[in-house]
């Protein structure tokens, strides 16, 4: 099976730098993904890691090692529009490449 | 259309009654998911798609949860003698084939279920 662990709950700084820690297991992993959802509204797609390293996209960022089933997503210059939940998910190729997900972390931006 | 859509995008429902979602993928997705997300918690697998066989049910959370999908097309969901716990928000994702690029799935806005 899978299990996937994140923080409940962060609490930043406007234009600061906030770290999301993620750390899962699953027996075919195929790849780690990070989504961004507002309240109220479907989760769209930030990142996504297959290989060990960081990936860089603008304001965020994504870390994974594969050896450790650790990641994390870092948000620069934080913006009050980033306050939303981070949602880690991992695929899985085990039964035919599915995506599950952890149960989210709400960050709070305050000014 | 251009992105996935869900229909009833809400849906109040008395105990007992049964209720069918609808989810239209992007064009060309060959992949399809439903998910199941409570007030305040993490999307909850239910089941997925690869082309209309389901390699993977184990999500569903009882037998009185079925979803079917045409082809590389529309899905439904099915929830039989509705209760009060199968209140939330069903998110529909789809993606392309894997392989093909990320794999990065895109949602739908949700059905909310509300079961009196």
């Known amino acids: 099976g899978q299990n996937i662990d994140q923080p409940t709950e962060m609490t930043a700084t406007e234009g600061a730098i906030v770290q999301i820690n993620c750390t899962y297991q699953?027996?075919?992993?195929?790849?780690l993904f990070w989504y961004q959802q507002h309240a109220g509204e479907a989760p769209t797609f930030l990142s996504y890691n297959v290989l060990d390293g960081l990936e860089e996209k603008g304001r965020f960022s994504s870390f994974l090692s594969r050896s450790k089933g650790y990641s994390y997503l870092l948000l620069k210059e934080l913006q009050m529009k980033d306050s939303a939940s981070y949602l880690c998910?991992?695929?899985?190729?085990?039964?035919?490449?599915?995506?599950?997900f952890g149960a989210g972390t709400r960050l709070f931006v305050k000014a | 259309g251009a992105g996935v859509s869900q229909s009833p995008s809400n849906k109040v429902t008395e105990k007992g009654k049964d209720v069918e979602l609808r989810c239209d993928p992007i064009?060309?997705?060959?992949?399809l998911y439903w998910y199941r997300q409570r007030l305040g918690q993490g999307l909850e697998f239910l089941i997925y798609?690869?082309?209309?066989?389901?390699?993977?049910k184990s999500g569903l959370p009882s037998d009185r949860f079925s979803a079917e999908r045409t082809g590389e097309s529309v899905s439904t969901l099915t929830i039989q003698r509705t209760q009060q716990e199968d209140s939330a928000v069903y998110l529909c994702?789809?993606?392309?084939?894997?392989?093909?690029?990320?794999?990065?799935?895109?949602f739908g806005e949700g059905s909310r279920l509300t079961v009196l």
């Open positions: 699953t027996s075919g992993f195929n790849g």
């Open positions: 994702a789809s993606s392309l084939k894997q392989g093909t690029n990320t794999g990065e799935l895109f």
């Open positions: 798609f690869q082309g209309n066989s389901a390699p993977d």
């Open positions: 064009s060309g997705h060959t992949a």
């Open positions: 998910a991992v695929r899985d190729y085990t039964g035919g490449f599915k995506t599950i």
